[in-house]
């Protein structure tokens, strides 16, 4: 990896991070202090207004956009609008217990899914430091277990797509050679749309309250406002680190604004906070410093092998007595891991 993109991938992974955690600031007074609870419609106002701010940047050619094939995009824009749609019904149809139980199946799924379909394979380095990411989040932030069969299968729908359209985010990215500005460019009007129609319905269906009915006071739209350009930068983070790492590190960067969130709720909003929640975020960060450090040395080791100097490639009166050599060194390799940095 050179310098400017590991720089790059810092650059992306801060700004997901303090994005993230300002718009759960900004939501949380708009939902639980100023009583606005229609998140579903807000987060397609979200999508509308990130597509508006880019057509925008597009015209004023701080980027040029690239033609996607238009059933690849549409597909996925209205996957990924239908995976928040169904995370947002998961939490309104299960316990927070059981809803922090989806987000944490999310990982392992991923790694399921990228195993099975596209052949990656993870060391057991990063096996055990996703293991203990997984705890420390678990024992942080689940309580109560509920079950219901409908709440199971939403959340199983919600994982399901969550999963596919992180995969797709970085495949697209990466094989069709476009940017995550190019991506989100192409693909927010289609998640907009879908979330823009079902929003209320499922807002309503949540909160027996309409969106149409909502009172809207300067302080409720002000902070509408406010949420919606703090999402134009989450929106566009989330596409950034994705393309720029992996769906597996993206949500390991997940749990770490789970565990800030939870911070700042103690600290600044003072919230319930137990030995519990504090040995929970200190395992879970354990757990990402784990990941990070394995993810970050394998992939200099990564690095290294395709780098073979010139000067070492043999020439043709050794390549016989290197012949053996070589063929260890394949078994060797294949058997090691192509961790997706």
Not at 122 to 133: K, Y
Request: charged fraction near 10%.
């Amino acid at each position: 990896m050179t310098a400017g993109f590991q720089l790059g991938v810092v650059g992306s992974l801060t700004l997901s991070v303090a994005s993230s955690v300002a718009i759960v600031i900004c939501n949380k007074a708009l939902i639980s202090t100023l009583g606005f609870p229609f998140a579903t419609t807000l987060t397609s106002w979200h999508l509308m207004v990130t597509f508006c701010t880019l057509h925008v940047a597009q015209r004023l050619r701080f980027f040029e956009p690239k033609a996607i094939d238009g059933q690849t995009v549409v597909l996925f824009g209205l996957l990924n609008g239908t995976s928040i749609g169904l995370l947002n019904l998961s939490l309104g149809f299960n316990s927070i217990g059981f809803y922090q139980m989806t987000k944490l199946a999310i990982i392992p799924f991923t790694v399921l899914l990228e195993t099975i379909f596209l052949k990656k394979r993870f060391s057991e380095t990063i096996q055990f430091s996703l293991l203990i990411l997984l705890l420390g989040v678990g024992i942080a932030s689940v309580t109560d277990l509920k079950l219901n069969f409908l709440g199971s299968i939403l959340s199983g729908l919600a994982i399901a797509t969550t999963c596919v359209g992180q995969i797709l985010t970085n495949t697209i990215q990466r094989k069709l050679k476009v940017s995550s500005t190019q991506l989100l460019y192409q693909s927010a009007p289609y998640q907009a749309a879908i979330l823009f129609a079902t929003g209320p319905f499922v807002d309503q269906l949540l909160t027996s309250r309409s969106v149409f009915t909502h009172k809207y006071t300067f302080p409720v739209v002000g902070f509408i406002v406010l949420s919606c350009l703090i999402a134009v930068s989450v929106n566009f983070s989330t596409f950034l680190v994705i393309g720029t790492t992996s769906p597996v590190t993206y949500q390991v960067l997940g749990h770490l604004k789970t565990c800030l969130v939870l911070s700042f709720g103690y600290t600044l909003l003072r919230d319930p906070f137990t030995a519990r929640n504090i040995l929970g975020i200190l395992v879970a960060i354990f757990g990402m410093a784990l990941y990070s450090y394995f993810s970050v040395r394998e992939g200099r080791k990564k690095a290294a092998g395709d780098a073979l100097p010139v000067s070492q490639m043999p020439d043709k009166e050794t390549e016989p007595l290197l012949a053996s050599a070589k063929d260890g060194g394949d078994a060797k390799k294949a058997n090691g891991v192509a961790h997706d940095c």
